[in-house]
């Protein structure tokens, strides 16, 4: 088999309408366009939600929420992640190069998710309230916490 002798099985595929080619076709005279307007007329083009010079559904509604342009470049780890890192200091390479955040990434937040069992030592890294306290009670300590 190649790929340029592949065709659509029998009876799949439709012959395509032939508008305008008299009326035995049954798009004869108008074409399937109807009467009048603009979209009978040759080049009777309007944008993607047009109503007609009303205002589009689109400028009707109100706008909502917000999406951070961002949000691909600030990562969250959990405590589980970081027990399970083979050093005791980490950091946002440190993460990068065990494959936990992508290289991507610009800066990282440590959050309250799963426990952590040994002193650990982060520096770099933004902590939440609770991993911190959580790290302190592991014997861990934090450094140069960024926010």
Request: positive net charge; proline residues 4%.
């Given at each position: 088999?190649?790929?340029n002798?592949?065709?659509?099985a029998e ?10 080619r008299?009326?035995?076709s ?8 109807g ?6 007329r ?5 944008k993607v ?38 050093v005791?200091?980490?950091?946002l ?6 494959g ?5 990434a610009i ?8 426990s952590?069992e040994?002193a650990?030592?982060v520096?770099?890294?933004?902590v939440?309230k ?6 302190e009670a ?6 140069a916490?960024?926010?």
């Amino acid at each position: 088999m190649k790929l340029n002798t592949i065709k659509p099985a029998e009876g799949a595929t439709h012959s395509s309408k032939r508008p305008g080619r008299g009326i035995g076709s049954g798009l004869g005279k108008t074409g399937g366009r109807g009467h009048k307007g603009q979209k009978s007329r040759a080049g009777g083009f309007h944008k993607v939600g047009f109503e007609g010079g009303q205002m589009p559904m689109a400028r009707r509604l109100p706008k909502r929420g917000f999406i951070s342009l961002d949000r691909n470049f600030k990562v969250e780890v959990r405590l589980s992640d970081l027990n399970a890192m083979p050093v005791d200091t980490i950091d946002l390479l440190v993460l990068k190069q065990a494959g936990v955040v992508p290289q991507l990434a610009i800066s990282a937040k440590v959050i309250l998710a799963g426990s952590i069992e040994r002193a650990i030592q982060v520096s770099g890294l933004g902590v939440t309230k609770g991993a911190k306290a959580a790290i302190e009670a592991a014997g861990g300590s934090i450094v140069a916490a960024a926010e």
